[in-house]
């Protein structure tokens, strides 16, 4: 049976041993404990929270992610917690460019992470406790909770997110590549869903002078959840502005809106976070590896994060069956996960939009104009070319005997 230890004062063995230690039990964290304990690999994950906070990041998923969920085992308990809907619109250049029909889903992100928890697979040992002590090596990784508990595995996986506290016990440095590169803003609408056309939308922020990317309008749960993504920062005078009258500051962002689909009454609180781009320095260690944003982070803007951080579990699992069929866990083991070719690509190219979409944005000069002229003819072109293929197959099949 899986030790399951729903609070830090539960009564734990005094000896856990598995073939892979997780510290972390965020969504990457879930994920990665749910595939190696699919491919028949025991597993324990340890957390500092019994049930994981209310937290602002990750509120929409694509079709692409939750496939993710469905190959690692946890689509079940991912649409008990998901809103699914159906299409979104976009909204560009002055005028509504297209109606997409695909499917996604919007999430409570604590909720979520809390539902893949208890889905976790019975190979997996879930413990809630503070890590005291971390000791790795080329044969074995032991970790030291408050209660005296110790864990032996043969690897220990990092999937802490932005957290700090286990990466600098291993000496692993954090380097912010891109301080302040850009800053989120997430909070509900009074009007309900059905109080809009649209099942979502997404409305692009053109004006380089506005340091903004884009609105997207989507359901969580019977409301109307919205994430403003800008490349302002928090002494810009419109954040400012936005603290004291948020309803009047994004009217005055996104003119037209109310002529479309009337005005954004925002209700409840206001998140704020601000996103610095890192990576990690001497990461490469035996017996330990890192996944998702504890291993580095791109710009939420660009939606990869998750794509990195299932890309790094799908990683893992490749590599871990022929690390557990020798002896030990050493640096030549371990690089070939940060060299797996299919990882450093998904992260080259999330890093790579993450400072390409920014610059795209911010520079007004007129390199920058002659980006976003590019850009806009070639989105541009991707839109007419869907109307018109749509358009073809409508008279297509009106024709059809």
């Known amino acids: 049976m899986p030790i399951v230890a ?10 856990i041993h598995a073939d892979v230690a997780i510290l972390g039990a965020g969504t990457a964290g879930c994920a990665a404990a749910a595939a190696i304990s699919q491919a028949g690999y025991k597993v324990v994950v340890v957390d500092l929270h019994q049930i994981y906070p209310s937290e602002f ?3 929409k998923f694509g079709e692409r992610q939750f496939a993710y969920f469905d190959k690692f085992g946890l689509s079940d308990a991912a649409r008990e917690d998901l809103t699914r809907f159906e299409g979104v619109w976009l909204y560009n250049y002055g005028r509504i460019v297209d109606r997409l029909r695909k ?5 409570d992100y604590g909720d979520f992470v809390n539902g893949l928890r208890r889905a976790l697979p019975p190979g997996v040992d879930l413990l809630i406790g503070k890590v005291q002590a971390t000791e790795t090596g080329i044969d074995q990784q032991r970790l030291t909770l408050a209660g005296g508990t110790q864990i032996t595995a043969r690897l220990l996986v ?75 920062n928090m002494a810009d005078p419109w954040v400012k502005n936005f603290r004291v009258d948020p ?15 009337g005005r954004l009454e925002i209700t409840g609180p206001v998140a704020v976070r601000p996103i610095d781009l890192l990576e990690t320095r001497n990461y490469l260690q035996p017996g330990v590896v890192l996944i998702g944003d504890a291993f580095m982070t791109t710009c939420p803007t660009t939606g990869t994060g998750i794509d990195r951080a299932f890309g790094d579990v799908e990683a893992l699992v490749r590599h871990l069956p ?24 998904r992260d080259m190219l999330a890093l790579r939009s993450s400072l390409r979409d920014r610059n795209m944005r911010m520079n007004v000069g007129l390199v920058g104009r002659a980006r976003r002229i590019k850009h806009i003819v070639q989105i541009r072109g991707g839109y007419e070319l869907r109307t018109l293929t749509r358009t073809v197959r409508q008279v297509a099949g009106l024709r059809a005997p």
């Open 322 to 345: 022929d690390w557990l069929a020798t002896p030990g866990m050493d640096i030549d083991k371990i690089d070939a996960f940060y060299k797996d070719p299919v990882k450093t690509e």
């Open 6 to 15: 729903k609070t830090a004062t539960a009564a734990l063995p005094a000896e």
């Open 247 to 261: 309803a009047a500051s994004l009217h005055a962002l996104i003119p037209g809106f109310e002529r479309h689909f």
């Open 103 to 107: 499917p996604e889903f919007g999430v």
């Open 158 to 232: 990092l999937a802490t997110g932005l957290i700090d506290v286990a990466r600098r016990s291993l000496g692993i440095e954090k380097l912010v590549t891109s301080p302040a590169h850009s800053l989120i803003f997430g909070f509900d609408l009074a009007q309900p869903p059905s109080a809009f056309p649209f099942p979502s939308l997404v409305w692009y922020l053109d004006r380089p002078a506005d340091r903004g990317a884009y609105l997207a309008v989507f359901p969580i749960k019977g409301r109307m959840r919205v994430n403003l993504f800008t490349y302002k």
């Open 57 to 59: 990041r990750a509120e």
